[in-house]
Each structure stands twice: as C-alpha cells, then as structure tokens.
C-alpha cells in the first residue's frame, strides 16, 4: 500500500505464483516439496526500486505447510529489524477438486486470506481481536462502515452472508450466469483493495499514537 506504506501478503498471489513456476507439478498426498527462496517486493508508482521486499520460503505438503517470511522493512515511522517469521499455512476442499490455501495467524490461530505489516508493526499478522485491529470509533471509522457496507452488498447478492472482510466471496449460485459472476468478482477484488487501504492507514496511526 504506498499511501500508508504498509505491506499485504496474499496467500492466493503467492500460490499462484509456485504453480506456475517451470517445473511446478500438482501435489499428491504424502508428497513434499521446499519452495523458494522468492523475493517478494513492493515498489512505489514510479520507481524502478523496491522499497520492502520479503523473502518467503516455503515446505508444502499436499494439504498443509508452512512459510518462512525473513525481511527488514523500512517503514515510515519505525524499521522492524531483521525477523525471521513462520507462519503455518493450511488448506480447505474446493468445490470442484484442489485445495484453496490459507495463512494461519501466529497471533490468534486463525485461519486468514492475507497477513498485514502496517506501519509501525514489526510481525506479520491477520486484522481483528488478538491481532492487529482497529476499533470502529477510530477516526477512521466513518470510512470503514462504508467500505463494509460496500462488502457486504456484494456478498447479499450472492446469497451469502457477511461476517467480516476476509470473509471469501460465496462461491456462484446455480441461478447465476457466469460473466455476471465473474463481474461481481472482479468488483469485490476492487473493494477489497480500497478496503485494505482505509483499513492499514487507519491501524499505522493507531500504531503511531501507542509509540
């Protein structure tokens, strides 16, 4: 995120990125496999340069794992010094065959999309209670309703319910055709960037205040 300068790991992004890696082949049960090292880098508009970068490594079994993350970020108000961070990953059945990944909080245990580094944390960490979080009465607050009302009328439209922003997109009604589902997809993707943006600025002031 350059407006906050803070950094959002995507389980999703970085499994995409080891399949489609030369060689890469599906996974069998009882096979393993180490990933890695890979540089993951974030640059600002403009610029050549990375500003942060992490370098994951990873030890993957057929339905469960667990990523080493060895970075030194620079943020804007405080470097986090050199961690060396694991952080387990586990997988759930899709619908249609395979296994959808997800990242396991080491602060709370919980099963979660994407792990956050706002500015001024030195670890990442899923957002809400026991993690990184930030209350509604922030000054930030007024946005974050919006974002999540936006949030949550798309998952309606589905037929779903919404609990919390990492919460998946319900998977396609029977009744709904393809191209609209997939517009709608695209739509939450979208929101779920502004989402994050509101949300990670909002908790590096909070982080910047306890300093």
Known sequence: ?????SLVLD??????????????????????????PIR????????????AEVCITLDLRADRGHARLQFDVDHASRRTGPQNQRVDLLTTPCRFGGV??????PAT???????????????????????????????????LDRSHARL????????????HADAPLPHRPKWMRRQTYERLWAEWE???ERHDEVW?????????RAD
């Open 100 to 105: 959808r990944w997800w990242w396991q909080c």
């Open 200 to 208: 990670l600025a909002g908790v590096a002031r909070l982080l910047a």
């Open 190 to 192: 979208a929101q779920m």
């Open 40 to 51: 993951w880098f974030w640059t600002r508009r403009g610029e050549a340069e990375p500003w």
């Open 109 to 143: 245990g919980r099963r979660c999309a994407k792990l956050y580094l706002p500015n001024g944390g030195t670890l990442f960490l899923s957002r809400g209670p026991g993690a990184y979080r930030l209350a509604y009465a922030s000054q930030n607050g007024s946005a």
């Open 11 to 36: 389980v999703n992004a970085i499994m995409r990125a080891v399949h489609a890696a030369p060689g890469w082949r599906p996974m069998a049960p009882g096979d393993a496999a180490k990933v890695g």
């Open 1 to 5: 995120m350059e407006g906050c300068r």
């Open 152 to 163: 949550a009328r798309l998952h309606r439209r589905l037929g779903g319910q919404y609990d």
